[in-house]
């Protein structure tokens, strides 16, 4: 890795290249080009690239779940000690933004520009910003925050779903002239209903809840601003989409986007985290302002551990009703469901989440009858948002568990059941068209099927006979080897084994007719007559958030122009570099990347064979185009490809204190074509830990509109000793017609199916299903004991 900003020289370039000891082809797994950097401490981080010159930013939340601003005095910070600046609403052109919707203001504040359809005088959630206060320290800036003068007039918190859906609920946006806080809907009419459960020799019914879940990623946000020699303002910071976050910029600052230049250093990490808004608009903002008024030097943020969780977004919370039905030989002959989302104070993307979520409560099975509807709804709580699985782990919880009740109720093997409905090749989808051509749901049961009847860590297959151990059936561990979480070792007699199976399905790319896009440049450097190149020069915005994107971006480069890896050299995540890359997120980037960059090779080649030296290739990748859903029956054609899962668990629970160990998790995922398989697997096993810290300890709770525990030590996310005992990666490579070299995108598989598979595993040990979740052992307890089955 070369570059990194010296105190004081901001924006320094950041590129990367294959070193020849590391450099690997397609299918190899060379070491990430930027490991050396990131392992020694060398990698520049958004706050490690801060300038030694830099003036701070610090942002001021309103601290106000639902409150109306009626007084408000900036002057006592102004006149603070080191403050140079002091900005809010007046300040902001625009004074409204939103990822998919313009319904949040920059800032809370009584002065509303007239250029916003969004009125900001009332702070709607807790972590709303009133003020950005620019000094010579953080400390000064923060301790300005205490000189601001504020009155507030209380209004009445809409803290969660029931109190958003009560007749007669306080309007969290009632400018926008909806009638209630439910603002968006999707409905699915397929077949005849009444005639499916009339078919059905078994049905199930249930409500299920889930919880919110923390990123939790390693790099709190932190950013710098600055305006250039030529008049543009530069933003460097963590992001999902450098061009989204120009657009954001552009917006709420009313300038054009070429007099803005966003780039991504190293990121640590995001999982959907980043793809909305944090600091992007008001760093900018501070810059130009200051700019404005002759100060020349770039402006910082940098948020502490708790400002991060109270100040981003989360997965979202939810509540789904499910009625399924099925005949005698399990095919299932109805399915309806009723689900909602509690979307917080502002849109965010739940309005696409919630598609998501729809698509995904039909499951990957056949559905001759089925009635779907989902609702998102505003509270005053922390808004939901972008997260790994984008609604799918929450629809695939309520599917799963339902089609794994069936099984239970026609005394049928879990695997077998989802053998006869599954989604085939030409099967219809939950929205009345074909799947897009390469379904492989039935090699995926099979192959973890396969795994799972095998002995842990064996490497071989054999077929599997289906089956769990009986429920209840006492585990025969040694005193002593079981103690989850540093408990106290259990009574052998109380331990209780179980095994449990899902599957599921996700899109890759943007759904229901969003205008999908990757652009790639390559440059071949060569003299004439040269037959090759001698080196290649990718050009390229997509983010590299943690997961080695950058790397196979380098790989698939070298395949496609030919030419040895260690003669590649990439610029990456650079709106000043760049076309439009389309975000890292829905588990698009190695497809669409890889697909923009086999077109770039493809115009460069040709340059090349055309004598020209630098050979100059450019290309926009479009895939084919999706549909909205018919908003009556939700018929249409939703998304170009999909990626596919299934996973096997086995646990063990402690029935005196709800402690549950997971001794073993298969993953089985069709990757289409494994461009670097150290980073499939990488990604396997990092879906598993993120998932399992979702479903057994990470629990975040909120009352009246504000988070209770926004810190590591009372938030729990797994630790080394915490997660899967073993995790065994199957990883089929079955090519995706559309995808480069065959690949299809698999990063957020993993985390899809594994609440549901730890549910039935846990029922299977217990005779007791939860249908909610974190499965902490407090709760595990309490259920296991009114229920009857710790004794």
Known sequence: MRGGAAPGTPGAAIELEMAPATAGGLGQSPPRADGPAKVSGLAGYPADRIPADALWAFAVFTDQPHARLRCLDLGGAERSPGVVAVLGSADVPRNEYGLTKFDQPVFVGLEHTGRSSVPCDVSRWEADHLALIVAESLDAARAAAAAIEVEWEPLPVVADLDAALAEGAPLVHPYEGLGSNLY??????????????????????????????????????????????????????????????????????????????????????????????????????????????????????????????????????????????????????????????????????????????????????????????????????????????????????????????????????????????????????????????????????????????????????????????????????????????????????????????????????????????????????????????????????????GQGAHTAFLQMAAEATGVNPSRVVGRFSDTGTSGDSGSASASRLTWMAGNSILGAAEEAEKSWREGDRPAIGHFRFTPPPTTELDPETGEGTPNFTYGYVAQHVELTVDIDTGHIRIDRVINANDVGRAINPRFVVGQIEGAVAQAHGHVLSEHLRSREGRLLNPRFSTYLIPGIGDIPVTTESVVLELADPLGPFGARGMAEMGVIPYAPAVAAALADATGVWMDDFPLTPERVWAALQEAGAAG
């Open 184 to 545: 968006e809907s999707m409905r699915t009419r397929k077949g005849d209903l009444e005639a499916g459960f009339a078919a059905a020799a078994v049905v199930t019914e249930t409500t299920y809840e889930v919880p919110y879940q923390e990123h939790a990623y390693l790099q709190p946000e932190a950013g710098t601003s600055w305006v250039d020699a030529e008049g543009i303002v530069n933003v460097e910071i963590a992001g999902q989409w450098v061009h989204e976050d120009r657009e954001q910029i552009a917006h709420a600052l009313d300038l054009a986007e070429d007099r803005i230049r966003v780039r991504y250093p190293a990121i640590g990490g995001a999982f959907g985290g980043r793809e909305d808004t944090s600091m992007q608009i008001v760093l900018a903002l501070a810059a130009t302002r200051l700019a404005e008024r002759g100060i020349n030097r770039p402006v910082a943020m940098q948020w502490s551990r708790e400002e991060s969780i109270v100040g981003h977004h989360k997965r979202h919370r939810g509540r789904i009703w499910a009625r399924w039905g099925a005949d005698r030989d399990g095919k299932i002959t109805a399915a309806q469901a009723e689900a909602w989302l509690d979307a917080g104070a502002y849109n965010y993307t739940s309005n696409k989440v919630m598609g998501n979520l729809h698509l995904g409560l039909g499951g990957p099975y056949e559905l001759p009858n089925a009635n779907i509807d989902t609702h998102v709804v505003y509270t005053n709580a922390t808004p939901g948002g972008a997260f790994r699985g984008f609604g799918a782990p929450q629809a695939a919880f309520a599917v799963e568990c339902q089609v794994n009740k069936l099984a239970e109720s026609l005394g049928m093997d879990p695997i077998d059941i989802r053998r006869v409905n599954t989604l085939r090749e030409g099967s219809l989808s939950i929205a009345h068209t074909p799947m897009p051509l390469g379904v492989t749901m039935p090699e995926v049961i099979e192959a973890c099927a396969h795994a799972a009847a095998l002995p842990a860590g064996s490497g071989t297959a054999a077929p599997s006979e289906g089956g769990s151990s009986e429920p209840g059936a006492a585990a025969s561990d040694e005193p002593g080897l079981f103690s989850p979480f540093g408990s106290l070792p259990a009574r052998p007699s109380s331990l209780r084994r179980g095994r449990g199976f899902a599957c599921a399905f996700k899109n890759v790319g943007f759904s229901f007719g969003f205008p999908e896009r990757c652009e790639a440049t390559i440059v071949l450097h060569g003299e004439p007559g040269d037959e090759l190149p001698a080196s290649v020069e990718l050009s390229h915005a997509g983010a590299d958030v």
